[in-house]
């Protein structure tokens, strides 16, 4: 982690790049995170890694050690299940708005669509798991948008930082599931051209196959102490 530049925002900035590395593992599972170490790190007071550090504990990313301050807190298979289950219904819900408002969406948001599309399949191609997290939170976040619905993005949002933990861990055991980028294409498919419970349909098996295939690769790793499981993983 590189020190950060000085400014008002600086909790802000402390948040998002301890966010970043918890997410995409950097800082793995059980780590304690000891402030002064982070400040040092970053290049900044105590104060603004103590409000950041706060934060991360109120979102369950981290967890008391006692005396000893804070630790990552432990990925857990069942709660990351429970988080894809609601996916499957925020999901399916923003597929349908979003359909339903075709004939609203822009050209700018109908390119944007199509450039995650490509983007994802590029990074499929790489076979890096982090452009892979990054363009499928791109895709979701962009089908939340185009719902209309500021609760569905927000309640979406809140549930970012666990999956993206997830599925950088399944991603780094496992290739990915090349059919992902094929269900993100149907699904954009049916958006734009306004078939709303197409769109719907198939939103909610995508989230409800991929939250499968997660659980049951972070219960594999958890089997096997580490070892790659068999298989795809597909965000």
């Excluded at 923003?94 to 990074?123: C, P, V």
């Excluded at 349909?201 to 690769?217: D, F, K, P, T, Y």
């Excluded at 102490?225 to 965000?235: I, L, M, Y």
């Amino acid at each position: 982690m590189e020190p950060l530049a000085q400014h008002p925002a600086l909790i802000d900035q402390v948040y998002e790049k301890l966010l970043q590395a918890i997410t995409a593992g950097e800082i793995q599972p059980g780590e304690r995170l000891a402030q002064e170490k982070l400040a040092a790190r970053l290049g900044v007071s105590r104060q603004p890694v103590s409000h950041a550090l706060a934060m991360l504990k109120k979102q369950g990313l981290l967890t008391e050690l006692g005396r000893k301050g804070l630790q990552v807190a432990p990925l857990d298979a069942e709660r990351i299940r429970a988080f894809y289950q609601l996916r499957v219904a925020l999901d399916g819900l923003a597929a349908q708005l979003a359909a339903r408002r075709a004939a609203k969406l822009s050209d700018h948001e109908r390119d944007r669509l199509r450039t995650i599309l490509a983007e994802g399949r590029a990074a499929l191609m790489s076979g890096e798991a982090a452009p892979l997290v990054s363009a499928d939170h791109a895709f979701h976040a962009l089908l939340y948008r185009l719902s209309g619905n500021a609760v569905v993005i927000e309640t979406a949002e809140q549930s970012w930082p666990h999956l993206r933990r997830a599925l950088s861990v399944a991603l780094a055991r496992s290739p990915a599931n090349p059919r992902v980028w094929d269900e993100h294409a149907e699904i954009a498919e049916a958006v734009l051209a306004g078939h709303a419970a197409q769109a719907k349909s198939l939103a909610e098996v995508h989230a409800a196959r991929a939250g499968n295939e997660i659980w049951q690769r972070l219960q594999d790793a958890g089997a096997v102490d580490g070892a790659s499981p068999n298989g795809n993983a597909g965000p």
